[in-house]
């Protein structure tokens, strides 16, 4: 048996993976431990739950990749800096002690962290170093359920490369041609994420959310000014406009000049319809290049399939637009797109294309639903809930399901906890805040009762696969939830003359179809499809909500507050059940009732979180 | 001297040899580098480096 570790970490999301023998064992974000929002810390947690759940220790490890090459990326700063001297002082100052005290050192940096598992480690040799935009296209290839595809990976910046195309044939994988930095359309879309006032690496998302809100006025400006798109949709950014290069901003005067505001405060200014504007746009600006790259790549290869990764991949509503136009017959994005799942691709990597192993295709995709986490047995959870002082009740699965979806069609809100915790940014039922999405009411309460979030935030749909095409402009498998598609026209409910006439949040309130507490103001949802064969009970949830109301959808957010990683363990969901609205919390087969509960345990909650 | 020596290679199999007196140098005055104080303002910018 050959046991590789994947290891991504220091950037953004750290993260560790494990394969044996070519399987996908275990996978986990160090965030969900620590309770730090994308920790970008040494992933030790995460790594010691991969090796405790392989039941294997770090000696007997075949190989440990990590997930980009740090020379490489060293690299790329040095030039940078040097070109642009004597500007750039600032950022140089601040990156370099980190780099000369350990980051340069990575190898030797990682094999010390890694004695903390297993003292008798102390093999470098068996340390390697993949390349950033590889770990991504292997995370997006090798458990796809294609035999050969097109991958385009896409993100902010690994070492050198923004945008990369490879092709998976078989076993095999080739990286065919990248786009280089400071050329990034993840690094656009960041640059306008800290332009409207959000965190950068993580407000990404508000972005997207708040773009239907808008009109795509100011696509033209930002096409004439800040980015030359060619034929194929290759691009070059106009470093006169950005200061990611040299500076500690992504943006600078004269970009600012350009739109006539300055960069929003978060802290002091509201969002305006500029703000939702500006979103509108730089969405429209990302799906037109990434619609123009995937038209080019499909004439150019003639390949059916098209395999996508990269943090620029969780653009949903990009996604969906690709989907939309038939430019691929197959799509398949990696639920870990970002950097977390670049633990997995540098495994996998090594597995495929070091050790030249033989892939066997199983036409499903390998990765088990995305449930590679934690799970805890029905007596774990009883023990760690009477150590919180929970009062619960045990039920059967039937009987657990039959309530669970009676409180859903009387609009409860409901923390959902089974299972294995899910790889990757998106909750998909097994560490969810479930409810009904019929309820008019839902997605405000939800906002501002529950997650403590901005009341523009959408929620999503999980359905049914098989009820999918009868709500939903969708007839594909969308398990990960990263596929925005538009609600049917028979479920939707046109908007008067006067209604259409709101503005932004306002168009919120209006009822917009059968299920508006997952329908967006453009009648868009991201949808996730909910099969049997990789979550049999959330299935069955679904189905029996199904029979109780006609609807075989529900809201599917995850469980967690505004700024808090999704819960991990039973008492970190018993933590976030108290400190919130949430009205009941079913976690394994323990079914709790918050009015039953001891009300001296209620803690104010969302304050012990940074805000996002 | 393992770190060296890969550096070593990697500067052959790039061809980056240009790159080591910046290199050299900045190891040299690494220890000013490393104990002086950043800015105390905190970077709104996509983590590059």
């Known amino acids: ?612 | 001297m393992e770190f060296i020596r890969e550096f070593w290679e990697f500067l052959k199999i790039r061809k980056k040899y240009w790159l080591l007196p910046i290199i050299i140098v900045l190891l040299f005055f690494g220890g000013l580098i490393v104990l002086s104080q950043g800015s105390a303002v905190a970077p709104f910018i996509y983590t590059l480096f």
């Open chain 1, 1 to 612: 048996m050959i046991k590789i570790l994947g290891i991504s970490a220091f950037y953004h999301d750290s993260a560790a993976a494990i394969v044996v023998d070519g399987k996908i064992i275990a996978a986990a974000q160090e965030e969900r431990f620590t309770r730090k929002k994308h920790d970008s810390g040494y992933p030790f947690n995460a790594i010691e739950f991969v090796l405790n759940f392989a039941n294997i220790k770090l000696s007997e490890i075949d190989s440990i990749v990590f997930y980009e090459k740090p020379f490489l990326k060293f690299e790329r700063l040095l030039e940078t800096y040097v070109a642009m001297a004597p500007r750039g002082f600032a950022q140089f100052s601040k990156a370099m002690p980190s780099w000369l005290r350990e980051k340069l050192f990575q190898k030797k940096m990682l094999l010390n962290l890694l004695k903390q598992h297993d003292k008798t480690f102390n093999n470098s040799k068996k340390i390697f170093f993949s390349e950033h935009h590889l770990s991504h296209a292997a995370s997006a290839y090798f458990p796809s359920p294609f035999d050969e595809a097109v991958i385009l990976t896409a993100d902010g910046v690994g070492e050198w490369a923004t945008t990369t195309v490879a092709i998976g044939n078989g076993s095999n994988l080739q990286i065919k041609k990248e786009i280089h930095f400071p050329h990034s359309l993840g690094l656009l879309y960041s640059a306008f994420t800290y332009y409207t006032g959000f965190k950068v690496n993580s407000g990404e998302y508000k972005l997207m959310g708040l773009a239907p809100y808008g009109e795509p006025k100011y696509a033209e400006k930002i096409e004439k000014n800040l980015i030359h798109i060619k034929e194929d949709g290759s691009f070059r950014l106009n470093q006169d406009f950005f200061n990611y290069t040299t500076g500690l901003t992504m943006t600078n005067e004269k970009f600012h000049n350009l739109f006539g505001q300055k960069p929003r405060d978060s802290k002091k200014d509201k969002i305006t319809q500029f703000h939702m504007d500006i979103a509108s746009s730089i969405q429209k600006v990302t799906e037109d290049i990434m619609v123009k790259i995937c038209k080019s790549l499909r004439e150019e290869f003639n390949i059916s399939n098209l395999c996508l990764a990269g943090g620029v991949a969780l653009n949903c509503v990009a996604n969906g637009k690709i989907l939309k136009e038939k430019i691929f017959d197959n799509i398949w994005i990696q639920p870990a797109a970002g950097d977390a799942g670049g633990s997995l691709g540098a495994a996998l990597s090594y597995w495929f294309l070091e050790l030249n192993n033989k892939r066997n295709n199983s036409k499903i995709d390998d990765m088990n639903g995305s449930y590679l986490g934690p799970s805890f047995s029905n007596e774990q959870i009883e023990k760690i809930l009477i150590e919180c002082g929970a009062k619960f009740d045990r039920l059967e699965d039937d009987l657990l399901i039959e309530k669970t979806a009676s409180d859903l069609s009387n609009s409860h809100a409901i923390g959902w906890f089974q299972g294995r915790m899910e790889f990757g940014p998106r909750a998909l039922g097994g560490r969810s805040i479930i409810g009904d999405p019929r309820s008019p009411d839902m997605q405000k309460n939800l906002n501002l009762k529950v997650k403590y979030r901005e009341s523009f935030r959408p929620f999503a749909p999980s359905v049914l696969r098989e009820d999918v095409g009868e709500w939903f402009e969708l007839n594909d498998d969308s398990p990960y939830m990263l596929i925005v598609s538009d609600i049917k026209n028979e479920k939707k409910n046109e908007m008067t003359e006067k209604e259409k006439k709101l503005f932004g949040i306002d168009k919120l309130n209006i009822k917009r179809s059968d299920i508006p507490a997952v329908t967006h103001v453009d009648y868009s949802a991201r949808i996730q499809t909910v099969h049997k064969e990789t979550n049999e009970k959330y299935y069955k949830l679904i189905k029996k909500f199904k029979e109780k109301t006609n609807c075989p959808v529900i809201v599917n957010t995850s469980f967690n507050v505004r700024g808090e990683p999704i819960v991990n363990t039973p008492q970190d969901a018993f933590n976030c059940f108290m400190g919130t609205e949430l009205d009941n919390l079913v976690i394994g087969n323990f079914y709790l009732e918050k009015k039953k509960q001891d009300q001296s345990l209620k803690k104010k909650y969302q304050e012990k979180f940074e805000l996002d």
